[in-house]
């Protein structure tokens, strides 16, 4: 089956500095992926949408300066979380689809902690 | 993508089959009824989905009414690792169609 990965799977981090997050497709090729994020006892949060060698979309209310897309491969996205503060602390996760946007794998997600 | 309504929690018992419901009222002719699950702190995980037709599979069954304006996910034996936020989804299949979530049902197994 489709596996997406995530990493790191929790990540602290200082106020002010920024944060990588990593989204592999790891048995299949991916040319969009997908950003949410989720605050506690809320629902997932479209973010963006993430396209191989292209810019990506992003939704309504997101700041494109402060979370940082990159779809460099077919297999790899990466979301960065620039001057990161408290507010940013979240859930962030990504999903992937196989087989042309009929089936969406997630990854596992990644806890990310502003102090 | 048509919007979905669900009840926000719901109990079952350990064993026992738990119905959850999902209205779509203004689903549209080409857009799937899809069902994923999320417990606590992972991703979500794909359930099941079908366009009009009752499907089912190693997790799970789909009843969708004849006139697809609604839709109930069915776990035959309920067990704690059901516990988990449960979200009906309704959306065009392929073309990397976004998957925008609501509210979910929160379903607790109770032992």
């Known amino acids: 089956g489709a596996v997406v990965s995530q990493h790191p799977s929790r990540v602290i981090c200082k106020s002010g500095t920024s944060v990588k997050i990593e989204c592999r497709s790891l048995?299949?090729?991916?040319?969009?992926m997908f950003w949410y994020r989720q605050f506690p006892k809320q629902s997932l949060m479209l973010m963006a949408t993430?396209?191989?060698?292209?810019?990506?979309?992003?939704e309504q209310g997101v700041e494109k300066d402060k979370f940082l897309i990159n779809h460099a491969s077919l297999t790899l996205s990466t979301l960065t979380v620039t001057s990161a503060h408290p507010e940013d602390s979240s859930f962030y996760i990504c999903?992937?689809?196989?087989?042309?946007?009929?089936?969406?794998?997630f990854g596992s997600g990644t806890r990310l902690t502003v102090v | 993508d048509a919007k979905t309504t669900q009840p926000p929690s719901m109990d079952c018992a350990e064993g026992r089959a738990a119905n959850l419901p999902c209205n779509h009222s203004t689903i549209s002719g080409n857009e799937y009824v899809y069902w994923y699950r999320q417990i606590h702190s992972q991703g979500p995980q794909y359930i099941i989905h079908g366009l009009k037709n009752n499907e089912t599979n190693e997790m799970a069954s789909l009843i969708i009414t004849e006139d697809r304006k609604s839709s109930t996910l069915i776990l035959p034996h309920a067990t704690l690792r059901d516990t988990a936020v449960y979200y009906c989804?309704?959306?065009?299949?392929?073309?990397?169609?976004?998957?925008?979530f609501g509210t979910g049902t929160k379903l607790q197994v109770i032992p």
């Open positions: 048995d299949f090729q991916a040319t969009t």
């Open positions: 999903s992937a689809s196989k087989d042309r946007g009929y089936g969406y794998t």
């Open positions: 989804i309704v959306r065009a299949s392929g073309g990397y169609q976004k998957v925008t």
């Open positions: 993430s396209n191989e060698g292209s810019k990506a979309t992003y």
